[in-house]
């Protein structure tokens, strides 16, 4: 994923919170040492490309071919 494709920022705090993120597709941008007093904590910058909607999935789906001599499959349910 290209920088110019993120949609969506995020900061946290915690490892736990940053693999929670991780696990749901977010990527990494950047992990910053903060200082706060005599205390030091990692900053996690998460970021994200936004869902396309469904159908708009679909469509590049059929846009790129990707359903080119399947069969459909009648009303009923069973394939002939």
């Not at 396309?52 to 846009?63: F, M, R, S, T």
Request: proline share 2%; hydrophobic share 40%; glycine share 10%.
């Amino acid at each position: 994923m290209s920088i110019e494709n993120v949609t969506e920022l995020r900061t946290v705090n915690g490892q736990t919170q940053a693999q929670r993120l991780l696990d749901e597709g977010w990527r990494i941008l950047a992990v910053c040492v903060m200082q706060d007093g005599s205390s030091q904590y990692a900053e996690y910058h998460l970021g994200r490309a936004k869902a396309a909607p469904a159908n708009q999935k679909l469509q590049e789906l059929i846009d790129k071919g990707a359903f080119t001599g399947a069969k459909a499959i009648p009303a009923g349910g069973e394939s002939q």
